[in-house]
């Protein structure tokens, strides 16, 4: 049980992110427009909030999730597919509140991956891994 609610935050935490993503984009947007033209009325103060409120809850759910997936990881004898996974809520809260995730991130990928690199369903946690290596 553990793992499906982890992955259901690792879920929300990735829609919520998305939305703070898309919304930060619009606000800059909305910042030129505002700039060009003052006599608009945007609202931009409040679409902010909105956007560092789902910031917020993005990260609360990735955090979240990792403690889900901890839980998981040793109900499931420690498999594989849940370092990978926990992997992933590293590497959005990497993005989301902290660099200092992604050495975590990466190490749990490595772990993940150990031993089954060229096998085909690894091979979206070896790219992935690879990416974060390189920053």
Same mark, same amino acid.
């Given at each position: 049980?553990?793992?499906?609610?982890?992955?259901?935050?690792?879920? @929300?935490?990735?829609?919520?992110?998305?939305?703070?993503? +898309?919304?930060?984009?619009?606000? @800059? +947007?909305?910042?030129?427009?505002?700039?060009?033209?003052?006599?608009?009325?945007?609202?931009?103060?409040?679409?902010?909030?909105?956007?560092? +409120?789902?910031?917020?809850?993005?990260?609360?759910?990735?955090?979240?999730?990792?403690?889900?997936?901890? @839980?998981?990881?040793?109900?499931?004898?420690?498999?594989?597919?849940?370092?990978?996974?926990?992997?992933?809520?590293?590497?959005?809260?990497?993005?989301?509140?902290?660099?200092?995730?992604?050495?975590?991130?990466?190490?749990?990928?490595?772990?993940?991956?150990?031993?089954?690199?060229?096998?085909?369903?690894?091979?979206?946690?070896?790219?992935?891994?690879?990416?974060? @290596?390189?920053?």
């Amino acid at each position: 049980m553990n793992n499906e609610l982890a992955q259901s935050f690792l879920l @929300k935490a990735s829609i919520t992110a998305a939305r703070w993503q +898309t919304a930060s984009w619009q606000i @800059k +947007t909305a910042q030129s427009a505002a700039a060009a033209e003052p006599s608009l009325d945007l609202d931009i103060a409040q679409w902010q909030q909105t956007a560092e +409120t789902d910031r917020t809850n993005a990260i609360e759910s990735a955090r979240r999730a990792v403690r889900e997936f901890e @839980k998981s990881s040793r109900d499931l004898n420690r498999n594989w597919t849940v370092a990978a996974q926990a992997a992933a809520a590293h590497d959005l809260l990497a993005w989301l509140e902290s660099p200092a995730h992604r050495e975590t991130a990466i190490s749990n990928y490595e772990a993940s991956i150990k031993g089954r690199e060229s096998e085909p369903f690894a091979h979206p946690f070896v790219d992935r891994l690879n990416q974060l @290596k390189s920053r």
